[in-house]
């Protein structure tokens, strides 16, 4: 079992930065592939970034590219997204999500799919006011 902790939303202004934290713990030694994911009041969960394993790939989805950096810790399964220049639209829950008995995330095709992953956090809300 896999453990999915976020943290970090808040209510900010537009323009305002913002870091996000995710912690998954409960398989020692285990590395894997990770995400966010959010969702706004009456939508659907939409993909937003991925990271894979060993850091080396990084996948955004296009509303989020050149203002949004995801990373990760090189030891353990702490991952983080810094949310920089937020619009009112970048409102929602965030979800942080572990693959650790799905595929590997070759492509942002197969990281910004939900069925990807095995594991969600319950979620941390961001709200950004015009």
């Known amino acids: 079992q896999v453990h999915v902790v976020e943290s970090g939303g808040k209510l900010v202004q537009a323009g305002d930065s913002l870091r996000l934290s995710c912690a998954a713990s409960?398989?020692?030694?285990?590395?894997?592939?990770m995400s966010w994911f959010r969702q706004a009041p009456g939508k659907e969960r939409e993909f937003v970034s991925a990271i894979t394993w060993d850091g080396a790939s990084t996948f955004y989805a296009d509303s989020v590219k050149d203002r949004f950096t995801i990373s990760r810790s090189k030891t353990e399964n702490n991952v983080y997204l810094q949310m920089n220049n937020l619009k009112p639209e970048d409102t929602g829950v965030y979800f942080c999500?572990?693959?650790?008995?799905?595929?590997?995330?070759?492509?942002?095709?197969?990281?910004?799919?939900?069925?990807?992953?095995?594991?969600w956090g319950q979620g941390t809300q961001v709200t950004v006011s015009s």
């Open positions: 999500a572990a693959a650790v008995f799905g595929p590997e995330l070759r492509d942002v095709a197969v990281a910004s799919r939900v069925a990807t992953y095995d594991y």
């Open positions: 409960g398989r020692p030694g285990g590395r894997f592939g």
